[in-house]
């Protein structure tokens, strides 16, 4: 037991931080490792919790720099898309569907990495677009996260924007997953006890991440967002093909 919570807080840290410098990708770091102690049923809920924890405090204190105009758009048809996602994919089709989704990440990142192509989306209409996706998905398959990534990518949003908007879009539309776990049975009392250990990590991991963000220049910052894309569709590829 004690060597498991060694484990599961260092894995937390580390996720936890990435999530404070980027605004995302802390359960690409997570639900690997903590999968080789934990059963899936134990560690998806914890780490939808700690996500949820993080992009709190994130939010709280960047809660000026967000365009709720842009960001209410995205939230609304995220939503809309979860239940499209639950009923019509979630049992059929996963594997062409994440397929799919890795190579289109990969054909996206290498392009605008090695291209530096500075092409921009100019309006909000493709908002409903990319909000969809991501409700689909995220219903589906719990990867919510890449269109909005994408969608940040293609407006420009500085580093500030960026992490701050992620957190306000993923927040709400990861209360709805949190919920599906709480009415899935995955509420558990070893659930909210590891939570509760994460809890003064987290914290830590989250003032050491606002450092390091603040850091980075703007200029570096999105071709490590391409990079951080990159890994995020190898790995679902691996686990697709591999795991």
Not at 211 to 224: Q, S, V
């Amino acid at each position: 037991m004690e060597s498991e919570l060694i484990f599961f807080l260092i894995v937390i840290f580390f996720a936890g931080l990435l999530r404070s410098i980027f605004g995302f990708g802390d359960a690409l770091i997570a639900m690997p490792l903590l999968a080789l102690f934990f059963s899936i049923k134990t560690a998806t809920p914890i780490v939808a919790f700690s996500g949820f924890y993080i992009s709190l405090i994130i939010l709280v204190r960047n809660f000026k720099k967000i365009e709720f105009n842009q960001i209410r758009t995205l939230i609304i048809f995220s939503i809309l898309g979860i239940p499209i996602g639950v009923v019509y994919l979630s049992q059929t089709y996963e594997l062409l569907v994440k397929t799919i989704l890795a190579i289109v990440i990969l054909i996206f990142s290498f392009f605008n990495l090695f291209t530096l192509s500075d092409f921009r989306l100019r309006s909000n209409k493709y908002a409903p677009v990319f909000g969809i996706l991501s409700g689909i998905l995220g219903g589906a398959y719990n990867t919510n996260g890449p269109p909005i990534i994408i969608y940040g990518t293609l407006k420009g949003w500085t580093p500030e924007q960026f992490r701050a908007i992620l957190q306000g879009i993923f927040l709400p539309t990861n209360l709805f997953i949190i919920a599906s776990h709480g009415i899935a049975g995955l509420w558990t009392p070893i659930v909210f006890n590891y939570f509760i250990y994460s809890l003064p990590v987290l914290t830590i991991a989250y003032l050491v991440g606002r450092k390091l963000h603040k850091m980075i220049p703007a200029d570096k910052f999105t071709k490590i967002v391409y990079l951080i894309l990159i890994i995020i569709a190898l790995v679902l590829l691996f686990n697709l093909y591999f795991y």
